[in-house]
């Protein structure tokens, strides 16, 4: 397996950045990976007053910051001057480092900022940091004045190749089966002859684009310019491309295609007119500035050319069609003759507001190498990519003129070895390459991706080389933030797993799944998994994006949709997936520090709390008036769907009144609080039965209680007693579905009663994790029995590649390495370390790239001796908890912990020993007391 996306620890480290303002100075504590807006390096931002953010690193204990300064410069020149021509912030006095709101000049469009942070650290030291920039986008509707334009509705076979001694041969279908629009090729050539100092080529589609200048493409990315409701908003991307223009002959050109906003979109068996639109148009606008302060536009209109070329259709759901007979060879260039091409259909203008990208690109990621391959027939060969990925190949081959290769996608196989395809229901995911017959041929696909582990090849008429098949990954690309493993393989397999299935669905939103005919963003699913994906992979930005994409299908009363973007109109409100809406914002601003995102959705939140007050005027929650999915899959359905309503009004009460203390509304978090203790008495009231027993008494009711704190203390031990014997009932099996299963493994450990947590995370019975694993799995399934010896396959809604489940990664960071924020200090200002020991595990570890720097944690243990290795980032302290030890064998280093000055005893006892330390690291060994070696080694 070829990695490009970096994975390894020493890759999670910020980036080191050449100094430029001022020579470091060694012992000092310095500020790096600079940020705006959650971006490295942003070339459009459409905030007014950008949030900026930088991260401390610096050896030794007790580092913190005690000042900084930021400045931003309208010049690098000037900025290394030190010299701030739009901010100078002045020293200020405090130890943020998250999020500072930039207070300066006003900035225009296309602004270009430098900027660098000075900070203070606790000896009065000063250190800058290397210089950093943004640059604004185009901020006022007026600076755009390029035409939409694209080609006409008609299908290739009335538009000519030129260049091409290619006829079409009817017996080659090329729409017939597929209500599709052919892929049009735009190009628009120009002359320089001035001196280029500055160049940018600001571009959005509605549907998708590549864009290319002078035969280099603008950005790696694919699918841009990703997936919003075309209707309300379309996000624009900004293009470096100085270096690509050239004195004299330019060309600009464009390939357009349907993406979500004309092609085949959601769960239905043909293409519906109406999501957003038919046709797709491009927009462009290539702004060029010369030495001599004059610029140049260069925008879409009627002068740019337009053609039909080699793809026929390119569909996310259904595939691809690429007729190499009519490639439009060198049609990048600017000499390319484009005299027979056809002027472009301007197309009319939208009422969305243009936007700039507010997260990371779409990009392959990664490369995948198959493992085996397999003849099935006479010209068809199996490829076994080794894992289920989201993306598409590229295929290497050669042949005939003519020869038609068809390539299959699908999770699994059928027990004669042949491709399972029927979970993709009406999504063909085929993509059909016919040869130019000219040697050696490449082919990717353009605007399609497929959820597969497997390919079926047919067409070949010789054996397949080592090459022939590579899977390109495909996903949003948001930097990997945590590592994990520890001694267990299958508990490794399951945290990859999580890995793949959150690389295979997040691609623009976060979609349920990647393979069949619906890839929607559901609030249930993105909201369970929210915190298990901020540990893997930085999701500030992602998030904060989606969050734009769900309060614009809000709906008139102030639901929630159950998707977004919402291509089911009307529908809403459900339990368990509205409350996205507060949830995610909540998650961000605990993890991040983020308060921006929890302002801008404050009106969205709101509105919602509004509507389910009204609806629910005695607090529980009975109206639903559109969807209750209740316990979304769980094994055992029967929990009252009243009673999960209920229970997730009220965490969303309480979550509102955590997020209003933080925005500074104390009046809202007092309000806020009072309901939701008016929910609590009233959940007690409906839902509690005697000897505290909940309503329907399963697994998912007593998590709810006892995760969302709807239980008085007197309730707590006998609920968490029914809990435990429901799963010994179960012969110790889980009955969790989508809603309570990222709070199972932590209840139990909440209450003691971590030997069953370790004993549900290892098995290997139905239903859990172990028993996926055990058959196969390498992404987490959407059904605890999506696949069964006895049953085969699923029917209906068979996902193999669903992230839902994988919830239970947060557990793996928090609980059994340790690592969690505590909720009065977010974003790991103070850092809980309280490892979890058991379940035969010799030793776990994690690392969190966290806002604030890397954290870490690492145990290991062998017979009585326990050790921990502990690194807390500069500017933030850690509640660090320990198991109970023998007398006198605990030391940190060298020396015992009770005679080290940077150690805070807090509470000693027969349960362990709770300490708090400043930043920096640590070494903790003991000798663990006989009753906690024979518990944290049981199994072994």
């Known amino acids: 397996m070829s990695i490009i996306e970096p994975t390894t620890q020493s890759d999670l480290l910020p980036t080191k950045r050449r100094e430029t303002v001022s020579t470091i100075v060694p012992e000092a504590l310095r500020p790096a990976d600079l940020r705006c807006e959650h971006l490295r390096q942003p070339l459009a931002i459409d905030a007014p007053s950008p949030h900026l953010t930088w991260v401390l690193s610096g050896a030794g204990r007790g580092r913190r910051q005690i000042a900084y300064r930021i400045l931003v410069a309208s010049t690098r020149e000037i900025l290394d001057q030190r010299i701030g021509d739009l901010w100078d912030s002045g020293k200020v006095d405090a130890d943020d480092t998250l999020a500072i709101r930039y207070q300066g000049r006003s900035l225009s469009s296309a602004q270009h900022c430098w900027w660098a942070v000075c900070v203070w650290d606790e000896k009065d030291q000063s250190c800058w940091s290397a210089s950093a920039e943004w640059e604004m986008g185009l901020l006022e509707p007026e600076a755009w004045s390029a035409d939409w334009i694209g080609g006409p509705m008609a299908s290739p076979e009335g538009i000519d190749a030129p260049g091409s001694d290619f006829s079409m041969d009817k017996s080659f279908p090329m729409t017939t089966a597929i209500e599709s629009a052919p892929i049009f090729y735009l190009r628009k050539t120009f002359e320089l002859d001035h001196p280029v100092v500055k160049a940018r080529l600001y571009t959005t589609a509605r549907g998708v684009y590549r864009a290319m200048v002078n035969n280099h493409e603008a950005d790696d990315r694919v699918f841009a310019p990703g997936w919003t409701d075309y209707h309300k908003r379309i996000e624009y991307q900004a293009y470096d491309v100085t270096h690509m223009l050239k004195p004299g002959a330019n060309t600009v050109c464009a390939i357009l295609g349907e993406g979500w906003y004309a092609g085949y979109v959601g769960p239905m068996s043909r293409r519906r007119a109406g999501h957003y639109g038919m046709r797709p148009s491009l927009l462009a606008q290539l702004v060029i500035e010369f030495e001599d302060g004059e610029q140049m536009l260069i925008k879409t209109d009627d002068s740019w050319r337009v053609n039909a070329g080699p793809v026929s259709y390119s569909d996310f759901l259904m595939g691809e069609l690429c007729d190499a007979r009519r490639n439009l060879t060198g049609w990048t260039e600017p000499a390319y003759d484009d005299a027979k091409w056809y002027e472009p259909v301007v197309d009319s203008p939208t009422s969305a507001q243009l936007v700039a990208e507010k997260a990371q690109p779409i990009r392959v990621v990664e490369e995948l190498v198959p493992i085996s391959v397999k003849q099935t027939g006479e010209d068809c060969y199996i490829f076994d990519l080794g894992e289920n990925m989201v ?19 699908g999770e699994a196989l059928h027990d004669d070895g042949t491709l399972y395809t029927e979970n993709l229901r009406s999504a063909k995911s085929e993509d059909i390459y016919i040869l130019s017959g000219a040697g050696a041929e490449t082919f990717e696909p353009l605007f399609t991706y497929h959820g597969f582990r497997y390919v079926e090849l047919s067409g070949l008429t010789h054996a397949p080389e080592a090459d022939t098949i590579i899977g390109r990954v495909i996903m949003t690309q948001t930097p990997r933030t945590g590592a994990f493993s520890c001694s267990d393989p299958l508990i490794n397999q399951l945290q990859s797993n999580i890995i793949r299935s959150q690389k295979s669905n997040f691609i623009s939103i976060p979609t349920d799944c990647p393979q069949r ?19 893997n992979m930085d999701v500030s930005a992602f998030f904060s994006k989606w969050m734009v994409d769900v309060t614009d299908a809000q709906l008139d009363d102030g639901q929630f949709p159950d998707t977004a973007p919402c291509i089911i109109f009307g529908i809403g409100g459900a339990p368990g997936w509205a409350e ?52 979304w899959l769980a094994p055992d359905p029967t929990t009252s769907k009243s009673l999960i309503a209920t229970a997730f009004y009220a965490r969303s009460a309480r979550l509102m009144a955590q997020m209003a203390k933080a925005i500074g509304k104390l009046e ?54 029914h809990l435990v014997a429901d799963i010994n009932a179960r012969g110790g099996r889980l009955s969790c579905g989508f809603l309570s299963i990222n709070l199972l493994l932590p209840v139990l450990c909440d209450l003691g009663h971590t030997d069953i947590a370790f004993q549900i995370l290892r098995s290997e019975e ?11 799995a390498t992404s987490i399934w959407e059904r605890w ?14 996902s193999f590649n669903h992230y839902a489940f994988g919830s ?54 062998a017979g009585q001796k326990f050790e921990l290795d502990v690194d807390i980032p500069p500017n933030t302290s850690a509640i660090i908890t320990l198991p109970p030890f023998e007398d006198g064998s605990l030391t940190e280093g060298e020396s015992d912990i009770h005679s080290c000055s940077e150690i805070e005893i807090l509470q000693e006892n027969e349960s362990g020993i709770i300490i708090r330390v400043a930043s920096g690291s640590y070494d903790f060994a003991m000798t663990l007391s006989r009753e906690e070696a024979e518990e944290g080694c049981d199994n072994l």
């Open 785 to 798: 029995d999506s696949w069964t010896p006895e049953g085969g396959f699923q029917e209906l809604m068979n």
């Open 766 to 776: 139905y239903p859990s994790w172990g028993y996926c694993i055990k058959h196969g």
């Open 668 to 721: 809202e978090e007092r309000s806020y609080e009072l309901l939701f203790q008016d929910i609590r008495t009233a959940f007690v009231r409906e839902f509690v039965y005697p000897e505290d027993r909940l309503a329907g008494n399963t697994q998912t009711s007593y998590l709810l209680a006892l995760g969302f704190d709807l239980l008085p203390d007197d309730m707590r031990e006998a609920a968490g007693k």
């Open 517 to 535: 005919d619906e890839r929607l963003g559901w609030l249930g699913d993105a909201q369970v998994f929210a915190r298990t994906a901020a540990f």
């Open 391 to 409: 993306g598409r190949v590229r295929l290497r081959t050669r042949g005939l003129k003519g020869q038609r290769i068809t390539l299959r996608h």
């Open 580 to 631: 996205a809406g507060i949830i995610v914002p909540w998650t961000m601003y605990s993890i991040y520090g983020d308060t921006a995102i929890v302002e801008r959705n404050w009106d969205a939140m709101t509105k919602w709390m509004a509507f389910l007050q009204r609806a629910n005027p005695g607090h529980v929650r009975t109206r639903c008036l559109n969807l209750n999915f209740g316990d």
């Open 808 to 861: 239970v990664g947060e557990w793996l960071y928090r609980y059994l390495a340790g690592i969690d924020t505590r909720r009065d200090a977010p974003a790991f200002k103070e850092i809980s370390i309280h490892p979890h020991i058991g379940g035969g595990l010799t030793y776990a570890k994690a690392v969190y790239a966290s806002r604030r720097g890397d954290i870490k944690s690492a145990w290991r243990i």
